[in-house]
């Protein structure tokens, strides 16, 4: 079986500019784009530094040390500490909200591209469930995303501060902190393709199956793994798209003299404003999928056309 980029790239660009602009109605661009908002929550010093031979002892030692010296100050300010904890504490909950209105968020656009309709209330109810099980999942693997990197920091850290106060001397620690920075790159790049998968193909099977995310992904598995190489093209391709997307909006914005950043910087408006490329990359994701069969078409039961464009694979193993 072929699976193709082009073809399903031209489908969701087609559905895109049917849905928006023919007609153009701008409230439905404004309710779109702020179920657009509440899917794509939490997803988006000085000059050149010196090399390791032009800092002084002194310079790396304070570097390595402030960590401790910042948590014997706290110790000896315990008001400060309370207020630490406090801030942090916060700060956990409100990432909390965020990805729990993201979740909601995501079925609620996903709903109104599969539907070509915009609507808030029945999604934001209709798909709780489905939503509460994608947060679980979503708040797991950024825990568990976050400890490996955190981990991996603490280590870095903790080499090049014992080496330098035993032999004053990091150059011996580059190829081990090479490594380390690999694995580090390694877990960026695991997190942003299993975000990916998430968020394009495991959210449309929870959606058109009504399955929890873990049922969805076991679904989807076997067929990654059967297609692997095109779903990292897939990947390749977005990731391109959104590099060619960020110089287009640098150019207007430095056309416009900075008004243009400005206006994207209020998070809604940024939404609407970039709701065309976001509606065909959700549309794209769905066009992508169908080529699979119609146990992964969501747009079929849309009434999109009567007969499927995409001829039917074998089933996977």
Not at 18 to 41: M, S
Not at 67 to 94: D, G, H, N, V
Request: proline share 5%; with cysteine.
């Amino acid at each position: 079986m072929q699976i193709q980029l082009l073809a399903p790239f031209e489908r969701a660009f087609n559905r895109m500019k049917t849905a928006l602009f023919k007609p153009f109605d701008l409230r439905k661009w404004l309710i779109i784009g702020f179920t657009a908002f509440l899917a794509d929550l939490l997803d988006g010093g000085g000059g050149g530094g010196r090399g390791m031979q032009n800092q002084s002892h002194g310079d790396w030692g304070a570097v390595l040390a402030a960590p401790y010296e910042a948590l014997e100050w706290l110790q000896s300010k315990p008001e400060w500490m309370t207020l630490l904890i406090f801030i942090l504490i916060f700060a956990a909950a409100l990432v909390l909200l965020l990805l729990w209105l993201s979740s909601r968020g995501k079925f609620m656009f996903l709903d109104n591209v599969v539907q070509q309709r915009a609507l808030v209330s029945h999604p934001w109810h209709h798909y709780r469930q489905p939503a509460a099980s994608l947060f679980r999942f979503r708040a797991l693997f950024a825990l568990i995303i976050l400890g490996l990197a955190g981990g991996t920091l603490y280590h870095l850290w903790r080499m090049a501060y014992t080496r330098w106060n035993e032999s004053g001397d990091l150059w011996q620690l580059l190829p081990s902190l090479a490594l380390w920075i690999l694995f580090l790159l390694l877990i960026i790049l695991t997190f942003s393709y299993v975000k990916l998968l998430l968020d394009h193909f495991v959210v449309p099977l929870m959606y058109k199956h009504n399955l929890s995310c873990v049922q969805a992904w076991e679904k989807f598995m076997p067929l990654h793994w059967a297609h692997v190489g095109s779903f990292i093209l897939y990947a390749l391709f977005i990731l391109i798209a959104i590099i060619a997307l960020v110089a287009l909006v640098v150019i207007v914005g430095l056309f416009t003299c900075c008004v243009g950043f400005v206006i994207l910087a209020i998070p809604y408006l940024n939404s609407v404003l970039m709701l065309p490329f976001s509606y065909w990359l959700r549309s794209f994701s769905l066009e992508y999928l169908a080529q699979f069969g119609s146990e992964y078409n969501l747009l079929e039961e849309a009434g999109r056309e009567e007969v499927n464009p995409y001829p039917e694979p074998p089933p996977v193993a």
